[in-house]
């Protein structure tokens, strides 16, 4: 957990990618979207083939390789200029940077019963926001100026944290087997699975206009980039203040109930973007969504290793990430045509939206298991 912690620290391009294309290489709004739907497009392929891989070479295996790649990626990021150089690299991103989370959440559910998974999960997050609380403030001076950097930062910190996986005992790196493996075509035929995910994806679109719509909207304001530095970081700060006072109501709670009150936060909180126009306005909102954000993560991801059956936590997992990805690929596309329609659209748009999905959640059957023959 705590070279996770670390590893995302450096996790701080993602984020500024959007302002790196528009302010420094003089991309336009829709240019720069396109860009970051190939990083989307990637990051839907890269979580079913992480979650595959994590079941059948292993957690440990799997989540090494892919802090390799990432950081060969964005090695090669930091000397990209060109617009093909920059969609290939995105898309490469976007296939390799999240595959060790869903590789560690396949871990955890291994080793943590089903009644301390909700506390497992709060942990991961909270040692993740750890990372970004650290990365916010880094970011925020590099991002204005250098680029480069940032993305030797983030290869660094991978380095790094697969140095530590390295490090750890192979005990519990073995694959996943089974009698009958079970194979992508039935983890597809779970249409509670396939519920949850699309109500998910609907619900991370409006998530993900913290990376695409919260930037462009403090640059139309005139405010300086630090200043999403300071959203980064009261986003990582209120996840680390307030997760261990509320992670025991989250483990008391049934995941759909969580998750349905972290969609419904989320909105409310991308909502009120539409409604400031300073520094300390975008902090206040940020802390309303992240509140949605940490409930939501927690839930989502303890409903889905309930759903999963063993030897198929990796695709199940693999399946509900690509929700990620899908957001952050549809995410630039709908807030470029929100936003070039007016900003009111965007913002008041993610409350509807996320409202909506609330709602749907509160009337999914029980979260139980279902029996299995």
């Known amino acids: 957990m705590?070279?996770?912690?670390?590893?995302?620290?450096?996790?701080?391009?993602?984020?500024?990618?959007?302002?790196?294309?528009?302010?420094?290489?003089?991309?336009?709004?829709?240019?720069?979207?396109?860009?970051?739907?190939?990083?989307?497009?990637?990051?839907?392929?890269?979580?079913?083939?992480?979650?595959?891989?994590?079941?059948?070479?292993?957690?440990?295996?799997?989540?090494?390789?892919?802090?390799?790649?990432?950081?060969?990626a964005y090695g090669l990021l930091a000397r990209a200029t060109t617009v093909p150089e920059l969609v290939a690299l995105a898309a490469a991103i976007g296939l390799v940077f999240d595959a060790p989370r869903t590789a560690i959440t396949a871990w955890i559910a291994d080793v943590v019963s089903e009644q301390q998974r909700a506390r497992g999960f709060g942990l991961q997050y909270w040692m993740l926001n750890a990372g970004a609380a650290a990365s916010g403030i880094v970011g925020g001076y590099l991002a204005s100026s250098h680029m480069g950097w940032l993305c030797v930062v983030d290869a660094l910190t991978c380095v790094a944290f697969a140095a530590v996986i390295l490090a750890l005992p192979a005990t519990r790196d073995q694959p996943i087997t089974a009698p009958d493996p079970i194979r992508y075509r039935a983890v597809l035929a779970d249409r509670r699975l396939l519920t949850f995910t699309g109500l998910s994806l609907v619900t991370l679109t409006v998530y993900q206009q913290m990376v695409y719509g919260i930037p462009l909207a403090i640059r139309a304001d005139g405010l300086s980039p630090a200043v999403y530095g300071a959203v980064n970081v009261a986003n990582a700060v209120t996840v680390l203040a307030l997760q261990p006072l509320l992670q025991p109501l989250m483990e008391r709670s049934a995941p759909l109930r969580t998750t349905g009150a972290g969609a419904l936060a989320i909105g409310l909180g991308m909502g009120a973007n539409g409604l400031v126009h300073s520094a300390t306005g975008y902090v206040a909102a940020a802390a309303v969504w992240t509140l949605g954000e940490m409930a939501f993560c927690v839930g989502a991801a303890a409903y889905v290793t309930e759903l999963a059956p063993d030897g198929a936590r990796g695709r199940y997992l693999g399946v509900w990430g690509a929700a990620f990805g899908g957001s952050a690929l549809v995410a630039p596309l709908i807030g470029a045509v929100a936003l070039d329609n007016g900003s009111g659209w965007l913002w008041t748009g993610s409350t509807v939206l996320a409202s909506a999905c609330a709602a749907v959640f509160a009337l999914q059957p029980s979260n139980r298991r279902p029996a299995r023959a």
Not at 39 to 47: C, I, M, P, T
Request: proline share 3%; aromatic share 8%.
């Open 2 to 72: 705590i070279g996770f912690g670390v590893s995302r620290i450096g996790a701080v391009l993602v984020p500024y990618l959007t302002l790196y294309l528009v302010t420094q290489l003089h991309l336009s709004i829709g240019t720069a979207g396109q860009i970051l739907a190939a990083f989307g497009a990637g990051w839907v392929l890269g979580q079913p083939l992480s979650g595959v891989a994590a079941d059948r070479f292993g957690r440990k295996s799997t989540i090494v390789v892919s802090l390799a790649l990432t950081a060969a």
